[in-house]
């Protein structure tokens, strides 16, 4: 047998090289987005980084719902939800902006136009407040 050829194994060393500089690449830039804790269009983390932040919004809200109903007395589904949805406490107004302040760098973040604050507050302290009829 033979010695192998020098320029033939850097050859071959090269081309195993260059075949794998891809893959390399993309595990390289995926760990480096999981480090910085950006996603680099991996579509299921974004959804389920998404889906958790949409999640403790809405864990939040229905919190600041309970406690308000509690603080009042009330139990859901009192007869009271259908004479007239109580009004905001300031506090409960600036949590609320806080939320869609968030919200809003999110969307940013993601691309998304944001949302016009004043409004969103309105509506999700409406549909807060005025139960599954409102917004």
């Not at 320029?7 to 995926?30: G, N, Y």
């Not at 719902?65 to 509690?70: G, N, S, T």
């Amino acid at each position: 047998m033979s010695e192998p050829n020098p320029e033939w194994l850097i050859l071959a060393i090269t081309l195993i090289a260059l075949a794998m500089a891809p893959l390399a690449s993309k595990l390289v830039r995926d760990v480096g987005d999981r480090v910085s804790g950006e996603s680099g269009g991996g579509a299921p983390t974004d959804e389920a980084a998404e889906r958790r932040a949409r999640d403790e919004e809405i864990g939040q809200m229905l919190e600041a719902r309970a406690y308000i109903r509690a603080r009042r007395g009330e139990q859901d589904g009192t007869a009271q939800d259908a004479v007239a949805p109580p009004a905001a406490d300031d506090g409960l107004r600036e949590e609320v902006r806080q939320v869609v302040v968030a919200g809003n760098e999110r969307r940013a973040r993601m691309g998304e136009p944001p949302l016009d604050v004043e409004a969103e507050v309105e509506r999700r302290l409406a549909r807060l407040l005025g139960g599954a009829d409102a917004g």
